[in-house]
């Protein structure tokens, strides 16, 4: 089928690796990119402590870990999760990288699928799906892993649009993969979601659209797009959680149980319900592996609050 609509891309702007890695030098990028994958965190480690942060940028990362983690013990001591923090991104930075520059069709090699059971299980009712996401981990290769799968998949890129991809794949011959717009696409999004048991990847932590849900994240107002929570309240999609966390030789993607959709006639104080289910897991997820998530915390301290993960923050 290939591409349609619009085209996964290579990454644009990254404000997190921005942060997390000033000063980066693209000598580590090409050392990390010619080991094999089982020793490329080992040796972003080794990069990232060469390259200390600033002081004022540390003192925020810290801050911003002892505010979250206030009286939740840390799966590793702080020093080492910040280390690890920083070396993820770099490793990631030079997967996504690697995979616009294979295309769509190869991309999802660098994401590890064990199981679709609960997907395959919402689209033999009939029903389609939304795997929602946060930036968390190998985030942008789940449309094309899924897609390599043999399933027909929209991307919904909820970002703004500085932040989104700017250059195009080449076609992918055999894949039906598309970016569907996030920007006047009530209808368009609306004939794909319900036309056919198809599969949306929606990122579920970014506020870019018409409309927000309210909720909160480790103890701070938020908000996000609300567009994923009315697309399945509306058409009665499956809510799917997915997470993909890195494991020594690459990514693992992890389906949660659907998610449970309100739907008790209060309009958007049921999507801001639905949204506080979905920000629960996402904080339980971060607390669990808060390596892959400081990125967006330190960012967000550095902005100096506002609206979490809203195109205006």
Not at 214 to 224: C, Q, T
Not at 225 to 243: D, N
């Amino acid at each position: 089928m290939g591409l349609r609509e619009g085209a996964i891309t290579r990454p644009g702007r990254d404000e997190r690796t921005d942060a997390l890695l000033p000063g980066l030098r693209s000598p580590a990028e090409r050392l990390i990119r010619r080991l094999p994958r089982s020793m490329q965190t080992a040796a972003a480690l080794r990069a990232v402590r060469a390259m200390p942060l600033p002081h004022d940028v540390e003192a925020a990362l810290v801050d911003e870990v002892a505010r979250c983690w206030d009286g939740v013990p840390l799966p590793r001591p702080l020093t080492e999760l910040v280390d690890r923090a920083r070396a993820l991104e770099l490793v990631q930075r030079v997967e996504a990288a690697d995979a616009a520059l294979a295309g769509p069709e190869l991309a999802g090699r660098y994401l590890q699928i064990t199981s679709l059971l609960p997907l395959e299980a919402a689209l033999k009712e009939g029903r389609g799906v939304v795997l929602i996401t946060p930036t968390y981990g190998a985030w942008s290769q789940i449309a094309p892993a899924i897609a390599r799968r043999g399933y027909r998949v929209g991307l919904l890129d909820l970002r703004p649009p500085d932040r989104r991809p700017s250059h195009r794949f080449p076609a992918a011959p055999g894949l039906d993969l598309r970016v569907l717009p996030s920007d006047g696409y009530a209808r368009p999004l609306v004939r794909f979601a319900t036309e056919a048991p198809n599969v949306i990847v929606a990122l579920g932590d970014a506020a870019c659209g018409p409309r927000r849900a309210h909720s909160s994240l480790f103890g701070r107002p938020v908000e996000i797009a609300s567009t994923p929570f009315e697309l399945a309240r509306r058409s009665g999609l499956a809510l799917l959680p997915v997470f993909a966390v890195r494991q020594n030789d690459g990514h693992r993607l992890v389906v949660e149980p659907a998610l449970r959709i309100s739907d008790t006639g209060r309009g958007d104080g049921d999507l801001d319900v639905t949204a506080g289910r979905w920000l629960k897991l996402v904080e339980r997820w971060a607390r669990r592996h808060p390596d892959h998530y400081l990125g967006h915390l330190l960012l967000h301290r550095l902005r100096g609050g506002g609206a979490f993960f809203s195109d205006a923050a």
